[in-house]
């Protein structure tokens, strides 16, 4: 029986009793009923794009990650493009919708939010978790009050009929979704006709042969974590929910005074290395929006979460530890894709005498997700400094400010979000 309760803890930030009495309950009766045993890596995570976004995100993907077109399953109202490095990391599940007049529960999720109703199909929607004994998995959840969708509604909402899967999280809005495979056969994803699409294999290769030409295939490794922004007041449960959901432990959680945030990790029981199954990283303000007037503190994390809902923020890949050219390979990558017009939020940060170096992109124009680059040196374990963490935190914040400026100001000139 694995146990999820004996990893050492990290970090500053202090929990509430709340908290820290239901972690430790939770988690010993998810190893007592068998549940951490059954539910394994993160297998894939899914992405919807709006009407005519999906092949330049496709572009953009093959260029700036390690990820490969495989195949496009068609259903009625959607494309569905699979995007596979090897069966050893999650796959990409991105998702198009055909027709902008398509409604839909994760529609809703963005249309209550400014930004976020700008691309109102345009979000990520979760993660696929591989388990073991799906069915027994699915009745032990329902037992402790996680709402599924029906087999007709998954069907009507065209994703996966061999997946189980979870409503959306009231804390992060994002969907959890159970898929049985035993670790010897490969991923299948049963939804539509399936074709390679010439379109898509055209850009996609396009982009291969750019990473070679610039000298960056190889260096950039798959996922290395998932990082969720969700409301100050939602930070603690968001945690307990996921690790609820999944088969990951607590590994700690950090202050991040200069930007009033706090930075939360879990990770895989079952995988040490992220790149097999990514670490989820939520961050939260520290005070809420309606105390900002009397504490005039920085609020970029509840600031995104007001302007886009809670969703995932960015998705960091890793980057081969190493030189090229005389100069650390994230310098080098970085250098390369920004010379093709991709935007930064800020220099690559941090050295090899903190354990590593990270950097921002611009928030993509297809599914508004940030991709981050890190690289660590050494057998560095961590995922971020402080100091590092917050100028993240606010590079990321003032691109945000901007957008929300240019939808202020499109609704103040008559027109709509």
Wanted: hydrophobic share 35%.
């Amino acid at each position: 029986m694995s146990v999820s309760t004996t990893f050492p803890r990290h970090g500053d930030k202090k929990n509430s009793e709340f908290f820290e009495n239901y972690l430790q309950r939770l988690l010993e009766e998810r190893d007592r009923s068998g549940l951490t045993d059954r539910i394994h890596e993160i297998d894939a995570i899914m992405i919807t794009v709006d009407p005519g976004h999906s092949i330049r995100y496709i572009g953009e993907l093959s260029l700036m990650t390690p990820y490969e077109y495989l195949v496009t399953l068609e259903s009625e109202s959607h494309w569905t493009h699979i995007l596979r490095v090897d069966m050893n990391s999650p796959d990409f599940l991105v998702r198009e919708v055909k027709d902008n007049r398509t409604r839909g529960i994760f529609r809703s999720l963005n249309e209550v939010y400014p930004i976020g109703a700008r691309k109102p199909n345009s979000r990520y929607m979760g993660e696929i978790l591989r388990v073991t004994d799906l069915h027994g998995v699915v009745d032990c959840q329902q037992e402790r009050e996680f709402r599924f969708f029906s087999q007709d509604q998954i069907r009507k909402l065209e994703l996966p009929g061999n997946l189980a899967i979870m409503k959306p999280s009231p804390y992060t809005h994002n969907i959890v979704g159970y898929m049985e495979r035993p670790l010897d056969q490969i991923r299948v994803y049963a939804l539509g006709l399936s074709s390679i699409r010439p379109d898509v294999q055209e850009v996609y290769l396009a982009a291969k042969e750019l990473q070679k030409i610039l000298r960056i295939d190889g260096l950039i490794l798959p996922i290395d974590h998932l990082a969720t922004r969700v409301y100050s007041q939602n930070r603690e449960v968001a945690i307990l929910e996921w690790l609820s959901q999944s088969s990951y432990y607590y590994w700690g959680s950090y202050d991040i005074r200069d930007q009033n945030s706090s930075t939360n990790v879990t990770k895989s029981v079952h995988y040490a290395a992220e790149i097999r199954s990514p670490a989820k990283v939520f961050t939260a303000n520290n005070t809420p929006y309606f105390v900002n007037h009397l504490e005039r503190l920085p609020s970029p994390t509840e600031t995104f979460v007001r302007n886009y809902g809670p969703r995932l923020h960015h998705i960091a890949l890793a980057v081969r530890d190493g030189e090229t050219d005389g100069r650390e390979n994230i310098e080098h990558v970085v250098a390369q894709i920004a010379a093709q017009g991709r935007d930064f939020l800020l220099d690559v940060i941090g050295s090899r005498e903190q354990g590593l170096k990270q950097i921002f992109s611009s928030a993509s124009e297809h599914s508004s997700l940030i991709v981050e680059y890190v690289q660590r040196f050494g057998d560095f374990q961590g995922f971020f400094t402080k100091e590092n963490v917050a100028l993240l935190t606010h590079a990321a914040g003032v691109e945000e400010e901007l957008l929300e400026m240019q939808a202020l100001t499109r609704v103040n000139r008559g027109g709509t979000v």
